[in-house]
């Protein structure tokens, strides 16, 4: 995304709300045939998917981490658009008694006027009330129970520009709150690509590729095994959904990736397999031919391979 006040609409109370970018956010809340079409084209491709996990013995589900356009349209001010035409709300109608999809949207608007706001008020990303509040969702949706103190975990509390403020004159500070989720979970396996960057401290740049384990030996972790396919908002560190997860389920498998890897899903055959997104990457229909084994070089001309030579700065 190029930096610049362009892609950033200041709302109420200095809220800020992402509007442009590579992903064209603002064609998230348009009509017409190509969008249509795009929705067409998802609906089928979860349908599709949900049938194949099915085959192989899999409970499938689907979420879509809906923009903060879509959740809190009341702090918008200023900006020309159709929340009711957001593709989060229109692929939870096309997909209303679907078992491979969950509607977010409807959860997160009824909970945004709560004590604890739902999103950063200056990043795109949920917060972690908003991600517990998902994820509550999710485990109902799954038949699975949260551990008991699941929201009371110890919290790390700090101040950060964030990714929106970034790209404002002043840059404006948050308070960040992330939570300690990590106490039964360990993490026994991580991607050559992720382990390369953590031994540079460079991790906070790895993204598409990342892929970890965690796994859960305790007597009331959920006995099933879960793959994630997902983005920055459940992340390979335990402190968002992938860490909520892992607290909660014998093993997680995390792959941050839009697309699947079928080869890989049917190598472990997890009992689920949950698929995570935010709204904005909904521009583009994944074609589910990723590769986990090779993604840390794919793309990349060795980069793995210099990081790994490179001595640490």
Known sequence: MAAGRENVHVGRDGWLFLIGGSNRVMDRYRGGLRHWLLLRGWTRLIEARARRAESLGIRCLHVIVPEKLSVYDDKVEGLRYAPAKASTRRLARRLARHPAYLDLLAP????????????LRTDTHWTIQGCLLAYREIM?????????DIGARPQIVSEAVMDLGEKLPGQPRERLDRFMLQRDAKRVEVGPMLAAYEAQGRDREAHVGAHVVYRNETEAADPRRLVLFGDSCAHFDPFLLTGLLAESFREVHFVWSANLDWAYIERVRPDILLFELAER???RLPKDDFDVT???????????AQMKAAPAQ
């Open 108 to 119: 997160l608007r009824a909970g945004r006027d709560g004590p604890a706001p739902l999103y």
């Open 140 to 148: 109902r949706a799954l038949g699975a129970i949260p551990p008991a």
């Open 281 to 283: 990457f909904l521009a």
């Open 294 to 304: 090779v993604s840390g070089q794919r793309g990349t001309g060795g980069r793995v």
